[in-house]
């Protein structure tokens, strides 16, 4: 998801933009301060990765376990993007997405598929022009393309609509040359427990916003979008100590599986070659992870704390606030109001 040396350092561009959005004056000035001290404590906490990329390139066929390095290949997979795209937190290749998907696609299709990938770890959308330019220098495009995309355009704080476009210029090009194309859009950052409150929902906000434009894009060029912001909710959620590797920010082999799980329909469908049911409409939202931020808890706090005592005044409260979140003040009266 995340290369760990660009994106320690980067949360701290982040928090700059974060606070300069949050106000003025003093305010602006506490918020950029706590958020820098943020960014600085999550750097720490978050080190230097020291593994390379797993490497799985070659031909697979289905249930095979060992992928040949030679031979013909009926179809060609190619894997564009970032750490995530790579399998930065995989043990083994067998467990990065490109061999999942790969492995997939042949059993799906009974066809001996090839997999080449050229995801870079660290890169943003700025490096996807790059990638794409030493495919065809390098020979024929493939016949399918995916594209993992997103954090590190977050956390280096590039502009929303740049890092769209450019994942839309990509799409293009390769869907020009033939290619199907699908795009696993910016998953939802705000499941990612490392980053501390309030940095969490700045990089969430601005994350949700990216991967809206990455599918405006993506469908605009002709690819298809697959939303994983739902990907690290509920079970990310659930189970953090399986679903994420040891560095806390990239999936484990159990979370790259969930995310092949969901691309591999809109691949095998992109080819023309899906013959399971009708493909679900995955969300744009995780739910699970908007349950969790910080207002939306405490409005939950403050409706338990008025269905205990049936306070006049704070179910009056409540029928005020319907839709909106509740003031904090209110949050703080009610909780006074339930220790007297």
Not at 79 to 94: H, M, N, P, Q, R
Request: hydrophobic content about 45%; glycine content about 10%.
């Amino acid at each position: 998801m995340i290369d760990l040396r660009s994106h320690a350092a980067a949360l701290e561009t982040t928090a700059k933009v974060g606070a300069a959005a949050a106000g003025s004056g003093a305010a602006t000035w506490l918020g950029y301060n706590y958020l820098q001290y943020q960014a600085r404590a999550t750097r720490q906490r978050i080190g230097r990765p020291h593994a390379r990329p797993l490497r799985a390139d070659g031909i697979y066929l289905g249930e095979s376990l060992t992928p040949q390095r030679y031979g013909q290949a009926d179809l060609h997979l190619m894997v564009f993007g970032d750490s995530t795209a790579a399998g930065l937190g995989c043990e083994i290749a067998d467990e990065t997405p490109g061999v999942l998907l790969a492995r997939g696609l042949a059993a799906e299709t009974g066809k001996r598929v090839r997999l080449s990938t050229k995801a870079i770890v660290g890169a943003t959308s700025r490096g996807l022009e790059s990638q794409v330019d030493a495919m065809f220098i390098a020979g024929p495009p493939p016949d399918a393309a995916v594209i993992l995309i997103g954090a590190n355009d977050v956390t280096s704080a590039q502009p929303p609509r740049t890092a769209a476009a450019r994942v839309g210029d990509a799409v293009g090009r390769l869907a020009g040359s033939g290619a199907a194309v699908v795009v696993g859009t910016c998953p939802d950052l705000g499941v990612i427990a490392a980053i501390p409150q309030p940095l969490r929902s700045v990089t969430r906000r601005w994350g949700l916003l990216l991967a809206r434009l990455q599918g405006e894009q993506t469908r605009k060029a002709g690819g298809v979008a697959v939303p994983l912001a739902d990907l690290l909710a509920p079970e990310f959620l659930a189970a953090p100590d399986m679903m994420f590797s040891p560095d806390r920010f990239h999936p484990s082999a159990a979370g790259y599986a969930l995310a092949a799980e969901q691309l591999l329909p809109a691949l095998c469908d992109a080819l023309g070659l899906w013959r399971g049911g009708p493909i679900a409409e995955l969300p744009t939202v995780s739910a699970t992870a908007e349950s969790m931020r910080p207002m939306v808890r405490a409005r939950r706090a403050l409706h338990h704390l008025v269905r205990r005592r049936q306070d006049t005044d704070g179910s009056a409260l409540v029928q005020a606030f319907p839709l909106g979140p509740v003031p904090a003040q209110v949050i703080l009266d009610a909780a006074e109001r339930q220790q007297t």
